[in-house]
């Protein structure tokens, strides 16, 4: 019926307590987010007043995941792909009903070739087999980047000798890889990465929409095209259309005070930094991952901008200083004083000191992009003479009690 409220999707592994990754399940989702809003806004109270908070951003009730992160266990005749339990044994997730189709489609082919291949899960318990995760990605245009994760070489050439037959059962897989985790430990992936494809990134050609207040955040055929090339181990938002939201307010913030020279720090795969790129706009993205930097260096040729205004380098954004223009960390990098700075810091938010030498550097504006309100609660404490403009609640995981914000910040 029109103008009916999105409901929480149904789910029998939530519902026989099997699966408890999304606690809040059987919550209508609109009561969902108010109370998800009203938590966030207590956590801020000290530095967003009531009414700075726009409209929060929704999500779709399910079918909103891009990604799995699907560990394996059970037998090679019969493999589970989903989560483990308490004693290590595996909960099959095939059927969750918050994957994109592309994954659903994509995750029996893949068990099955589990079976071809004789491919042993990996039995955390009794320490055995060889298969630990198959994580897998899709883009909007659902093309498909999948991720096995071994604890050895072993079958290395068996995969890489199956990819063609894979490609024929999956025509949209884009990029195929083989990530080394050797270790007994509660970690997804290792540090190597082999790559079997020619490509070696995934291409994610998001839409900034066009938002109206209080609805879902839904792709558009009219909004602002931003391509994002996303290596194999580098981090993209789970939720499509929540983060081109987030992309698209931040462009319309930042449009408002017309900057000149931005800087994007933790900018990943160069997300903000390319929203915001402008006709004379200067615009340097800093992140310590290379890889990651090499994607949004080829973005930002694919947009075709100018690679004398906008920059990629990879370093450490927690050591820079915005205030510097040289003989500093910021002179590295040949970068001019910001007049708008964007961060987007992992769980932990930007600390103490980095948060110290912006609140030193005269910088006028900030946009903080948090994962975590409660760090950035502690964050915006070590900010004193910058006060919130504006704030918005972006739900990017409906069903748990995770929050996505952005704040505006200006000098007082």
């Known amino acids: 019926m029109s103008g009916t409220a999105p409901q929480a999707p149904s789910c029998i592994l939530h519902e026989a307590g099997t699966c408890r990754s999304c606690p809040h399940l059987a919550l209508p989702l609109p009561d969902q987010l108010a109370a998800k809003q009203s938590r966030v806004a207590s956590l801020l109270a000290a530095r967003v007043p009531t009414d700075l908070w726009e409209p929060p951003a929704a999500s779709a009730p399910e079918r909103f995941r891009n990604k799995a992160k699907m560990a394996v266990a059970g037998t090679t005749a ?3 792909l989903g989560i483990l339990d308490s004693a290590g044994h595996g909960v099959d997730l095939r059927t969750c009903p918050l994957h994109v189709p592309a994954i659903e489609a994509a995750l029996p082919v893949l068990a099955g070739l589990i079976t071809d291949l004789g491919l042993r899960p990996y039995d955390v318990p009794a320490r055995r087999g060889e298969l630990k995760h198959v994580l897998v990605t899709a883009s909007p245009d659902d093309d498909l980047m999948v991720r096995f994760v071994l604890r050895s070489r072993r079958h290395l050439d068996q995969l890489r000798a199956a990819l063609p037959d894979l490609r024929r059962s999956l025509p949209q897989l884009a990029v195929a890889s083989v990530n080394i985790q050797g270790v007994h430990q509660a970690v997804i992936e290792g540090p190597e990465e ?14 900034l929409p066009v938002l109206r207040a209080g609805t879902p955040a839904v792709r558009c055929a009219d909004g602002v095209e931003l391509p994002l090339y996303l290596p194999t181990r580098s981090f993209f938002q789970t939720n499509t259309a929540v983060a081109e939201a987030l992309y698209a307010t931040a462009r319309s913030w930042a449009g408002e005070c017309e900057p000149t020279r931005v800087w994007d720090l933790f900018c990943g795969v160069g997300g903000f930094a390319l929203a915001l790129a402008a006709p004379g706009r200067r615009v340097l993205g800093v992140e310590v991952s290379a890889s990651a930097i090499d994607g949004a260096r080829a973005a930002s040729a694919l947009m075709g901008l100018d690679p004398g205004l906008v920059r990629f380098e990879a370093g450490d954004a927690r050591v820079l200083d915005p205030g510097a223009s040289d003989g500093s960390t910021a002179g590295a990098f040949g970068a001019e004083r910001p007049d708008l700075l964007v961060v987007n810091p992992p769980r932990r938010g930007i600390g103490e000191q980095l948060a110290a030498r912006i609140e030193a550097s005269g910088v006028g504006r900030v ?16 900010l004193p003479s910058m006060r919130v403009v504006r704030s918005r609640l972006f739900d ?17």
């Open 367 to 382: 946009l903080y992009s948090s994962c975590n309100p409660r760090t950035l609660a502690a964050d915006l404490a070590h």
């Open 194 to 207: 082999i790559v079997l494809t020619e490509e070696n990134r995934l291409l994610m050609r998001l839409s």
């Open 78 to 80: 019969r493999p589970t």
């Open 396 to 412: 990017m995981f409906p069903h748990t009690d995770h929050a996505e914000v952005l704040v505006e910040l200006a000098r007082d």
